[in-house]
Every structure is written in structure tokens, then in C-alpha cells.
T-cell receptor
Framework: RKEVEQDPGPFNVPEGATVAFNCTYS??????FFWYRQDCRKEPKLLMS???SGNEDGRFTAQLNRASQYISLLIRDSKLSDSATYLC???????????FGKGNQVVVIP | NAGVTQTPKFRVLKTGQSMTLLCAQD?????MYWYRQDPGMGLRLIHY???????AKGEVPDGYNVSRLKKQNFLLGLESAAPSQTSVYFC?????????????FGAGSRLTVL
């Protein structure tokens, strides 16, 4: 099983719609989880950290399911500017090494 | 506040040539990292540093060397470039260990090895 798995998509989303996707991770001991956003030909930037209780930042909601070892990201009321690749990042423990998923590509369609 | 700056942004090399990528950060971060990003793959850690004068190997260190002589700079060297090293290279820094701290990335350096 890969350390971090994401369905690359693309996820074609009508403007104003809701889109959600999951990321599964292999290490049950992982403690830290993040979503980074990467625009085309740009660097990744932190979107949000994922806490055990889940967290929300405006139209974005992240959740953690430890039992099934996945994190999720939900985007409500999608905007054209949300078009990007969303990278799932998991702390694999030990020496604090981060594992990056391949990303979920979101394309918001007018 | 520039954050993390990488130079050069683009470079084309011939097989066997050498080059150095420079990363500079002005946030006084202790930790610095070099990643590579290839199509269809997640970012992979090449080397990292937990402080001035220290370096350590990441997941894919072969063919690369690094140095951290000054806290603000982290250099990535390719001694004899190979086509397999064609990639986008990202430098990043963080105040503490990457497991619990936000990474700030540079804009990337696109390297093509012919």
C-alpha cells in the first residue's frame, strides 16, 4: 500500500457546486495531516492543517478519520479561483518525514 | 519579505554536466529541504538540513549533494547530471520539524537534462 494515495482526477466541478475528495494513508501512527494547494506551475502552499476534531476555514472543511485512515477535503460554493491541485500531506512519524500524495486536480467550470 | 528564493528558475544541462541550485530564506528558519516533483508522483525529499552546518539524506539522495554553510542558504548540487534528474526542484523551509510545522516553498527550479 502506498504511503499516501489520492485519486488524481481531474474533478470537473460546476461553479457554485460542492466537491469533496479523500486521501488515504498507510501509517496508523501518523499524527499530523495537511492539505496544500498547488496552482499550475507554481509552488505548493499550505491550505489548512487537519485536526482530529476536523476544521473549517471559510468554504473549506477538512476532516480526519483515524479508524479508516483517511482525511478529506470539502469545498463548498466552488469558485473559478479554486481550480488547482490539492496535495494531501501526512507526517509518517519517526524522523518527522512528510509523505506527499500525487494530488487531486480540481477544475471549476463556469 | 521575500520568503524562499530559488535560483536559477530554469536550466538546461547536458548529460554529465554539473550545476548548483541555490535556495535562500529570510525567515530565520532552522529547517530547510530540497524536494523534486515529477509528473504523476508526489513530492519526494532529496536532502534536508535541521540547522546550519548539518545535512541529512531524504528518500532519493543519490546523485545529489547539499551544503548548509549559512543558516539562510541551502545548496543542491548535481555533480554529473543524468536525464533521470530532469524534474522540478522545490526548496522549502520551516521553523521546526516538518512533521508539525508549515513548509514555505520556493517558486521552483525547472531542470532539463539532455
Amino acid at each position: 500500500r502506498k504511503e499516501v494515495e489520492q485519486d488524481p482526477g481531474p474533478f470537473n466541478v460546476p461553479e457554485g457546486a460542492t466537491v469533496a475528495f479523500n486521501c488515504t494513508y498507510s501509517n496508523s501512527a501518523s499524527q499530523s495531516f495537511f492539505w496544500y494547494r498547488q496552482d499550475c506551475r507554481k509552488e505548493p502552499k499550505l491550505l489548512m492543517s487537519v485536526y482530529s476534531s476536523g476544521n473549517e476555514d471559510g468554504r473549506f472543511t477538512a476532516q480526519l478519520n483515524r479508524a479508516s485512515q483517511y482525511i478529506s477535503l470539502l469545498i463548498r460554493d466552488s469558485k473559478l479561483s479554486d481550480s488547482a491541485t490539492y496535495l494531501c500531506v501526512v507526517n509518517m512519524g519517526g524522523n518527522n518525514r512528510l509523505a506527499f500524495g500525487k494530488g487531486n486536480q480540481v477544475v471549476v467550470i463556469p | 519579505n521575500a520568503g524562499v528564493t530559488q535560483t536559477p528558475k530554469f536550466r538546461v544541462l547536458k548529460t554529465g554536466q554539473s550545476m548548483t541550485l541555490l535556495c535562500a530564506q529570510d525567515m530565520n528558519h532552522e529547517y530547510m529541504y530540497w524536494y523534486r516533483q515529477d509528473p504523476g508522483m508526489g513530492l519526494r525529499l532529496i536532502h534536508y538540513s535541521v540547522g546550519e552546518g548539518t545535512t541529512a539524506k531524504g528518500e532519493v539522495p543519490d546523485g545529489y549533494n547539499v551544503s548548509r554553510l549559512k543558516k539562510q542558504n541551502f545548496l543542491l548540487g548535481l555533480e554529473s547530471a543524468a536525464p533521470s534528474q530532469t524534474s522540478v526542484y522545490f526548496c522549502a523551509s520551516s521553523q521546526g520539524a516538518s512533521g508539525a510545522n508549515v513548509l514555505t516553498f520556493g517558486a521552483g527550479s525547472r531542470l532539463t537534462v539532455l
